[in-house]
């Protein structure tokens, strides 16, 4: 059981351009997730998919899209980057109002 | 609003030597708080779960409390391999399809245990 993967573990990218985070989960859980972890400011919610086919908008959603692919597969999407938005982003997985399993993270700097 | 505050943000100890972190939240109807270890560079690994005042739950050296205002990790005789950030989180309100589980987070206690 591999848990919570996420692609990738790095990433540099210049302001306005676009990437994707990958995020898998093999637990078969119902609900993803995206957060955002800065210092000083915590983990923040971006935005989650409560089941397949659902998304929805979390505390800081603004500059990102997410696509629920299938049960397993949610990512996250940045049209055009921007320094702000230079983060560690963890995904998560759990069943419904439950626990959340965490990802390894990807680091994100924004030039 | 509410709020979860964590202290203290960091707290330093000699193995052996026990002691409490504490998270206080004003959540309007709580329906679970959570305790998570985060170690640098890592994702949170999942400790603990607390759904209602008085609850406990205990895990090697790691003992959760739950009252209806705070909550505290007990740490008994830590070791070195105990150094970590820990996290809690409450879960406050459902998503619009009442099927999500949105968490906000505390700022997190740095703990370093010295041997």
Excluded at chain 1, 75 to 85: H, K, V, Y
Excluded at chain 2, 20 to 40: E, H
Excluded at chain 2, 45 to 71: I, P, V
Aim: hydrophobic share 30%.
């Amino acid at each position: 059981n591999a848990g919570v993967t996420q692609t990738p573990k790095f990433q540099v990218l210049k302001t306005g351009q676009s990437m994707t985070l990958q995020c898998a989960q093999d637990m078969n859980h119902n609900s993803m997730y995206w957060y955002r972890q800065d210092p000083g400011m915590g983990l923040r919610l971006i935005y989650y998919s409560a089941s397949e086919g659902t998304t929805d908008k979390g505390e800081v959603p603004n500059g990102y899209n997410v696509s629920r692919l299938n049960k397993r597969e949610f990512s996250l999407r940045l049209e055009s980057a921007a320094p702000s938005q230079t983060s560690v982003y963890f995904c998560a997985s759990g069943p419904p109002r439950n626990t959340q399993y965490f990802g390894p993270g990807t680091r994100l700097t924004v030039l | 609003e509410d709020q979860v505050t964590q202290s203290p943000e960091a707290l330093r100890l000699q193995e052996g030597e026990s002691s409490s972190l504490n998270c206080s939240y004003t959540v309007s109807g709580l329906r679970g708080l959570f305790w998570y270890r985060q170690d640098p560079g890592k994702g949170p690994e999942f400790l603990f779960t607390l759904y209602s005042a008085g609850e406990e739950k205990e895990k090697e050296r790691l003992k959760a409390t739950l009252t209806k205002k705070e909550s505290f990790l007990h740490i008994t005789a830590p070791k070195p391999e105990d150094s970590a950030t820990y996290l809690c989180a409450v879960h406050i309100r459902e998503g619009s399809n009442n099927a999500g589980n949105m968490l906000t987070f505390g700022g997190g206690t740095r703990l370093m245990v010295k041997p």
